[in-house]
Each structure stands twice: as C-alpha cells, then as structure tokens.
C-alpha cells in the first residue's frame, strides 16, 4: 500500500510540474505576442520616422529591459552616428552591421566582448539602419524565442522606415508635380 501510495504521489507531483511549467511557456508566449500585436499596432499609425524610432526603441526596452536606440543611415546613405554615444556603444561595430547586414556584439559571433546587440533593419528594399540593444540579460538573447522576437521587432521596425520613407517621397513627388 505505501509502495503504491508514494508512486502516485510522485507520479502526481511530476504531472503538476509539467502543467507548471506548460502555463509558464504559455504566459511568455502569450506576452511576447501581446508584445508584437501593440507594436504592429503603434507602428501602423507612424507617419514620420522619428515616431518609428521612438516606437521601436519603446518596444525593444520594455521587453529585454536595458537600453536600446536605433540608428538611421544620412542621405548619402552611410550610417549617422551621434557624436555621443552610450558607454560602451561602438559607432563602428554598428556602422559594419549596417554594411555587412549582419549582427554582431555580444551574443553573437562578431566582437561578442561589446556589451551592445547590434542588429541590421533589413527591409524588403534595403536595411533601414541598425537597431543597438545593450539587454538587462545578455544571456536572453541565447534563448532562441528571445531572439526572434527581437529579430521580429527589427523587422517591423525596419518595414515602418521603409514605408515613412516612400511616404515621403510621394509627397515630395505631389509638391514637384503642384508646382
């Protein structure tokens, strides 16, 4: 009887851990795509690039916390760095996954001793710049789901950039055609 009695209850103990630990992945899911569907939806309503960087940096923070800033390229297409950059931050790390279309920074195989993310926003048309991400958690960004959520929000970001700036150049086809 104590033979039996203790397989069920270690054989109950299991079943409720596994259930734990399916609605633990459950919630992150859920979260992460509560996470995309308000950036989808935020993004959708940009109409001007400075408001896609502002989304998307918001985004990016809220979900793997630390720091994150996205860098736009000039109009002669090479990547704009400010001239004051977080600590830590390289211009040149990010100027090299703008070109490459690569990331690199920690997590990563190029330079992974740099505490930044660096990861292109590549469009359909071309990349759009680099977002740079220094995560509370660099090793978040190991766990495959993280990842491409974050490779989801560059995306996103990057299609928003594209689409502000063929917006732009239909106005400043309308305002040649007016005049």
Known sequence: TFAVMLVVGILIGQLTANLRFSAH??????????????????LSGA?????????GEAAVERTFGGSARILLPDSSDQLAIPAVLPPGMDGSIADWAFHHDERAGVA????????????PLKAPMRTRGVL??????ARWLLIPEQ???????????????????YIEVAQGALVQIES
């Open 25 to 42: 992945v459950s919630s992150s899911r859920e979260r992460r795509a509560q996470a995309l569907f308000e950036l989808t939806r935020e």
């Open 147 to 165: 990842r491409r959520q974050l490779d989801t929000f560059a995306a996103l970001a990057a299609i928003a950039l594209e689409r502000v700036h």
């Open 108 to 119: 990563t195989s190029t330079l992974p001793s740099n505490p930044w993310h660096y990861v």
């Open 132 to 137: 740079v991400l220094q995560p509370a958690e």
């Open 47 to 55: 109409l001007l690039t400075e408001q896609v960087v502002a989304l």
